[in-house]
């Protein structure tokens, strides 16, 4: 059994992510994205004959311990004024029904993968999703995998106990801080701890403090 410590990095910019956050928190909901949206041109494009394969695919997407913190929470995190969920799961849990044991680290390469015309097409379309272009590879990023018949799919529970803790960003504004702490005890999580990023004095790097 191994346990992975997972990362979420969430915005609060708008009323709809913050809407998407608390059902994440209270709700405890998990959305699998459609791979179409994601933010890099290659990603889940590479073979233009793999598209339609991944249509059916939900996609999770965490990061794992190790992540540029700085980046990811410039990137996904309204520049430092959202929130990292951190999740512990071990791999022969599930979330909801999807195990993941399922998902699978990207791997991150300089060049394009090479599909032979033989080679299994289910194969390649797995391959696909969790292949990256190596300057991607500061995000450490852990893909769970889910076939999704229709939108009302996308959704998974997960259970009490699998969200571990919530980091705060640097310029995260009082009010949402208290909002969080509100969503956690709606959620009824359990033993969930709080922590504060602030700017490091000795380099470039984030230091966490108990909040």
Known sequence: MKRRILYKFCSLETKNRRKHVRRMITKRELYFSD?????????????????????????????????????MFSYYGNRHRGVCLQFGIDEDDTVGDVAPLFGREVQYQDDLP????HNDIDLQ???????KYKKWQHEKEYRVLMHVEAECDRI????????????????????DQV??????????????????????????ALEFVDF
């Open 35 to 71: 791979p179409s949206t994601f933010n890099d041109p290659y990603d889940c494009n590479i073979g233009l004959h793999l598209r339609r394969l991944l249509r059916p695919f939900g996609v999770l997407c965490f990061s794992t311990e190790g992540c540029d913190m700085i980046l």
């Open 114 to 117: 090479v599909f032979k015309v």
């Open 125 to 131: 379309a797995y391959m696909t999703l969790i292949t």
């Open 156 to 175: 998974r529970t997960y259970t009490v106990g699998q969200l571990r803790g919530v980091i705060f960003g640097v310029h995260m504004t009082p009010e």
């Open 179 to 204: 909002r969080l702490k509100c969503w956690i005890r709606k959620g009824h999580h359990k033993n969930v701890f709080f922590k504060k990023a602030q700017l490091s004095k000795n380099g470039f």
